[in-house]
């Protein structure tokens, strides 16, 4: 089966552009927008494709090259969009690119989620899992 790109938008309140409430991903060679609970929503909408070969892909960065506490800027962007999008809010500043208490926390919250080791830092597993359709 080839994945075809898929176009997922997460919106603000107030302007949903999915019926169901939480997060739905969708089939492959299936697009349309797909909203985030409120309790994650930020002040920028986020959103994210499917692209051949990468997975989910929300912009800013294509590598999985590992990203710990401290890092700044397009990489960080894009875990902090992954994890917006997937519903694990990375606080009041939104996808801001500085990978700061609140968005460690996400990650984590995100890795004991999935039942990948909880150590805040977004290495090969943790990419994976954020990348892949249903995990």
């Known amino acids: ?16 552009l999915a019926p169901a409430a939480g997060i739905s991903v969708a089939a492959p060679g299936a697009s349309g927008p797909v909203a985030a609970p ?23 960065h294509l590598s999985n090259t590992r990203a710990d506490p401290g890092n700044s800027g397009a990489k960080v962007q ?17 996808v801001d690119g500085q990978f700061g208490p609140a968005t460690e926390s996400a990650v984590r919250r995100f890795q004991s989620s999935r039942g990948i080791t909880s150590d805040g830092i977004v290495g090969a597993t943790t990419w994976h899992y954020l990348r892949t359709p249903g995990l």
Do not use: P
Request: with cysteine; aromatic share 12%.
């Open 1 to 16: 089966m080839r994945w075809g790109k898929t176009a997922v938008t997460v919106g603000l309140a107030g302007a949903l």
């Open 78 to 94: 894009e875990i902090q969009a992954l994890l917006i999008f997937k519903g694990f809010s990375v606080g009041s500043s939104g």
């Open 38 to 60: 409120a309790s994650v929503r930020s002040a920028a909408a986020v959103s994210c494709r499917l692209l051949d070969f990468i997975g989910y892909y929300c912009g800013y």
